[in-house]
């Protein structure tokens, strides 16, 4: 127990700190896309017409060249016939998204897929777009939205894309905090006593090891929950083939 505790917490320890670190910076995400994005520092706004502003901007848009080069292939049933061009491929749905906290426009557009492999599948390329609400103009997507594209994703996969490679270390690493707090609730199994015994006159590792204790014991059903509801929540890419995430 002491061993298990002691190691994975370590060496898995780092990665939880830029977890905990970046996530704890996300909360704030949206604010943070405003201060790096001077532009997008005005009020609140309601939702504009869908006829004299959205749709216009929205019309102009074509499928993503990326998301059509990545997914098209793996929708698409070649049996069926010859993949659809990207610009030529059918207008299935708009979307658009409005907060008090992000002033700016979230909106978008779904491609449909014809001879799509699985038709009763929900089957889209897509397209997204930030908008100006005020005049339906569309903002460069160039720009870094340091709060919600770097430190979001970075929060729970380390901005490491390759296979997923990052989700599954974070993964990991969440399993390995709930052995290491199931270890420690064993290893420390006298808690109400360790929860009022801190004695910092003593040996710096002595005082340092109470305040682990007195820390851990305050702490641990936040962690714990927290932990749960994270490493559940990316259960359907841990343990599906993939398709999940891709889709």
């Known amino acids: 127990m002491t061993w298990v505790h002691t190691w994975f917490g370590l060496v898995l320890g780092f990665v939880l700190m830029v977890c ?4 704890s910076l996300s909360v704030f995400d949206r604010e943070i896309d405003r201060w790096a994005i001077p532009e997008t520092r005005f009020d609140a706004q309601p939702m504009p017409s869908f006829d004299k502003v959205l749709l216009p901007a929205l019309q102009q848009l074509e499928p993503d060249e990326v998301d059509y080069a990545t997914n098209m292939p793996r929708l698409h049933d070649p049996a069926k016939g010859e993949m659809t061009p990207r610009t030529e491929l059918p207008v299935d749905e708009y979307w658009a998204y409005v ?21 009763e599948d ?20 160039d720009k870094l939205k340091i709060g919600s594209h770097w430190f979001y994703p970075m929060h729970y996969s380390l901005q490491l894309k390759w296979k997923n490679l990052g989700i599954w270390i974070v993964g990991l690493a969440a399993l390995m905090m ?14 109400f006593r360790e929860f009022f015994t801190f004695r910092p006159w003593k040996r710096t590792q002595r005082a340092s090891l109470d305040l682990h204790n007195l820390t851990g014991v305050v702490a641990l059903p936040f962690h714990f929950f927290f932990c749960i509801h994270g490493f559940g929540y990316f259960c359907q890419f841990l343990f599906f083939a993939g398709d999940q995430h891709s889709a």
């Open 122 to 141: 929900h089957n889209h390329i897509h397209k997204n777009v930030t908008l100006d609400p005020r005049t339906g103009e569309v903002l460069p997507d």
């Open 178 to 191: 709930l052995a290491a707090l199931v270890t420690g609730v064993i290893m420390h199994r006298k808690v």
């Open 20 to 23: 905990f670190f970046f996530g």
């Open 99 to 119: 907060t008090h906290r992000d002033p700016v426009l979230a909106a978008g557009v779904g491609y449909g897929v014809p001879l799509a492999k699985n038709p």
